[in-house]
């Protein structure tokens, strides 16, 4: 402001130093230093206020425009301002009022133009097969979209996320909320046994994941109000548009119907199990007896039970089995099947 000042009365003196003649010169540039430094000193804050306001509202609008509208309303008014002229120019011509009726029309007819081409600029982008893109944003060619997945509590207790992400089936960022954090805490300490070891086989599980995946893993704060966790992290999908990464088959009943997309582990598992049909031959170490008479029992690496005839007399023993036939229950196929003598077909012990 005082730079103005001295700017000001340098190119101005001779006009100054007559009307202040009995002021010396050094004395007069320091009044004037002075006097324009206080008065900017006073005005700049709510004048630098109101341009910054009016900056943001100008970018805020602007951001919320599309490419093609932002380049349409340029347009608009460059054709508005051509027009308003041609108005103003032919009325202008009238004596004495013409110039004064002319400016009139002129922003009259400018406000009505870009009005017009603004309020009509979804019609004209679609006849013109423009797709609209907010400015700034970057095409699909320009840009990757990654998926963005929520972890459940039971998911990371469960601990095949591990295996799922690095076999890559999962792509993209895995997102853990503080309160699923919390849930897990209070799991490890519960006064429950079994809880408390599920829980620190969580925070275990999750240590590992942030070790071995940190461009992957993301944990953020997200407490929001005082919901039910489940609730809490559907609506937070919902919100972020994110998947959910779970076991509880519940919670995966209840986002679908939201409108959630679920990868429930429980289910991948079970999609992904070896399909077995009448007639095949299986390796099974038998671990214990079953219900019926002389029946046993053992389990294939994905858990599949499987009931062998005889195989009460071979606990403890891998046998040959050949499968005779198959139930589907609630919980899964049961595999039921008779051990294979070593001529290659199976027999029963009578």
Do not use: C, W
Not at 21 to 49: D, E, Q
Request: glycine letters at 8%; aromatic letters at 10%; hydrophobic letters at 45%.
């Amino acid at each position: 402001g005082g730079g103005i000042g001295v700017l000001i009365l340098y190119y101005n003196y001779s006009f100054f130093s007559e009307k202040l003649h009995h002021i010396g010169p050094l004395f007069l540039y320091l009044i004037f230093f002075l006097f324009f430094f206080f008065i900017f000193y006073l005005v700049f804050p709510p004048i630098y206020k109101l341009i910054n306001l009016l900056v943001n509202i100008i970018d805020k609008f602007l951001s919320s425009l599309s490419l093609a509208e932002l380049f349409l309303g340029i347009f608009s008014v460059l054709i508005s301002l051509l027009i308003s002229y041609l108005f103003y120019a032919l009325i202008s011509k009238i004596p004495i009022v013409g110039p004064y009726i002319g400016i009139l029309i002129a922003i009259f007819v400018f406000g009505v133009t870009v009005g017009t081409l603004i309020k009509r600029r979804k019609e004209i982008l679609e006849a013109m097969k423009i797709q609209p893109k907010r400015f700034g944003e970057r095409t699909p060619k320009e840009k990757k979209l990654y998926p963005k997945y929520l972890l459940d509590t039971s998911a990371i207790i469960d601990g095949r996320i591990l295996e799922l992400i690095d076999s890559g089936f999962i792509d993209g960022t895995i997102l853990i909320p503080t309160f699923i954090l919390e849930e897990l805490q209070m799991v490890a300490d519960s006064e429950d046994s079994s809880k408390r070891v599920r829980g620190r086989r969580g925070l275990d599980i999750l240590q590992r994941l942030k070790e071995e995946y940190p461009e992957k893993i993301k944990i953020f704060d997200a407490k929001g109000e005082r919901i039910p966790i489940d609730t809490k992290l559907i609506n937070l999908a919902k919100k972020m548009k994110a998947k959910v990464i779970t076991t509880d088959f519940n919670l995966s009943q209840v986002a679908r119907t939201r409108g959630i997309k679920v990868l429930n582990i429980n289910e991948l598992a079970h999609a992904l199990r070896k399909v077995v049909l009448p007639g095949e031959k299986l390796q099974v170490r038998i671990v214990k007896e079953g219900k019926e008479r002389a029946q046993g029992v053992g389990y294939l690496d994905d858990g599949t039970m499987v009931v062998v005839e005889d195989g009460k007399y071979h606990i403890g023993e891998v046998v040959d089995v050949e499968v005779t036939s198959l139930l589907q229950g609630p919980t899964g196929t049961m595999i039921f099947g008779d051990i294979v003598n070593d001529r290659g077909s199976s027999s029963r012990r009578r």
